[in-house]
Nanobody, 125 residues
Framework: DVQLQASGGGLVQTGGSLRLSCQIS????????IGWFRQKPGAGREGLGS????????DLKPSLKARFTISTNKAKDMVYLQMDNLEPEDTAVYYC??????????????????WGQGTLVTVSS
């Protein structure tokens, strides 16, 4: 079974940084996609970006490109979300999701097959 484990959340002050990790296991193919999402209190799930293992392509929501970065360590089966210059508006539960497809639109959360448990990020003002 595919399992995704997100970790690295916590409490950080405005302007601080966090790196979230998504541990991946169980994909039977080397080709898969990993997406990052968040859900703010009282809001729906928001897609942040994605990684395709087939070609290493990374997509990131344009409004976040100045502060967020997605990277990978394929040897460790990890995908990271580096978040810098955090703002209180970034407070949310962050999730990683997976798909056996080589690419999935991160704006379409309904298309992602596997979901990890979330990790809470709280940014204090």
């Amino acid at each position: 079974d595919v399992q995704l484990q997100a970790s690295g959340g916590g409490l950080v002050q405005t302007g601080g940084s966090l790196r979230l990790s998504c541990q991946i296991s169980g994909f039977t193919s080397e080709n898969y996609a990993i997406g990052w999402f968040r859900q703010k209190p009282g809001a729906g799930r928001e897609g942040l970006g994605s990684f395709s293992s087939q070609d290493g392509a990374i997509d990131l929501k344009p409004s976040l490109k100045a502060r967020f970065t997605i990277s990978t360590n394929k040897a460790k089966d990890m995908v990271y979300l580096q978040m810098d210059n955090l703002e209180p508006e970034d407070t949310a539960v962050y999730y990683c999701a997976g798909s056996p497809a080589s690419w999935v639109d991160y704006d379409a959360d309904c298309l992602w097959t596997y979901w990890g448990q979330g990790t809470l990020v709280t940014v204090s003002s």
